[in-house]
Structure formats: structure tokens, C-alpha cells
Nanobody, 120 residues
Framework: QVQLVESGGGLVQPGGSLRLSCAASGSIFSINAMGWYRQAPGKQRELVAVITAGDKTNYPDSVKGRFTISRDNAKNTVYLQMNSLKPEDTAVYFC??????????????WGQGTQVTVSS
């Protein structure tokens, strides 16, 4: 059984910062890419940031220069540093991990989501 547990969401004023964390636990053989997605009310889930096992990162233009993804492989944890937050960043943020529980199995796992609200 694998679990991804997020933390760090909350309410912040426009221009503020938040740092999200997501720790993977359970029967993990290896972790490939890890990422963050978000879903606002009435909208589809969208990719916010992704980091490969080799620490290559990718961001959509909407967050590039404001958000930074990083990972600590020793802790099976991925982070999302969010700066210069805007009201349009308000959403439920989900972490994901493409991981193996055995040498031959791989699938994407999801966290339960954490609410981020940017409002004055």
C-alpha cells in the first residue's frame, strides 16, 4: 500500500508565499517523476510542476518564475515553493508520483489534495 500525504496549504494574501510538501510512504521500490497538479472549481485538473528522478523540472507558463518544485529522494518527498501568489492560483493542489512497488510495476499515485486560497 502506498500513500501520498500533502501538507502546507492554507489562506494567503496576494503576493504572499506558501510551501507545499508531499511525502510518499509504503511499499515503494523506486520513484520516477513527481509532480503537482491543481484543480479550481469548475475547471479541469492541470499540471503545475513536474520533476524527474534526475531533477529535471518543467512548469507551465502560468507559474514559471513564481513556483519551484524540488524533491528529497532520501525522504521520498516533493515540495512546491509558491511565491508571488495570485487569486487565480486558488485551487486544490494534488501531488503525484510515478512509482514502482515492484521492479516490474509502475503507476501514478495521487495525494488527497490540499486547499490553497489566495485572497485579501
Amino acid at each position: 500500500q502506498v500513500q501520498l500525504v500533502e501538507s502546507g496549504g492554507g489562506l494567503v494574501q496576494p503576493g504572499g508565499s506558501l510551501r507545499l510538501s508531499c511525502a510518499a510512504s509504503g511499499s515503494i521500490f523506486s520513484i520516477n517523476a513527481m509532480g503537482w497538479y491543481r484543480q479550481a472549481p469548475g475547471k479541469q485538473r492541470e499540471l503545475v510542476a513536474v520533476i524527474t528522478a534526475g531533477d529535471k523540472t518543467n512548469y507551465p507558463d502560468s507559474v514559471k518564475g513564481r513556483f519551484t518544485i524540488s524533491r528529497d529522494n532520501a525522504k521520498n518527498t516533493v515540495y512546491l515553493q509558491m511565491n508571488s501568489l495570485k487569486p487565480e492560483d486558488t485551487a486544490v493542489y494534488f501531488c503525484s508520483a510515478d512509482l514502482r512497488t515492484t521492479p516490474s510495476s509502475t503507476r501514478k499515485y495521487w495525494g488527497q489534495g490540499t486547499q490553497v486560497t489566495v485572497s485579501s
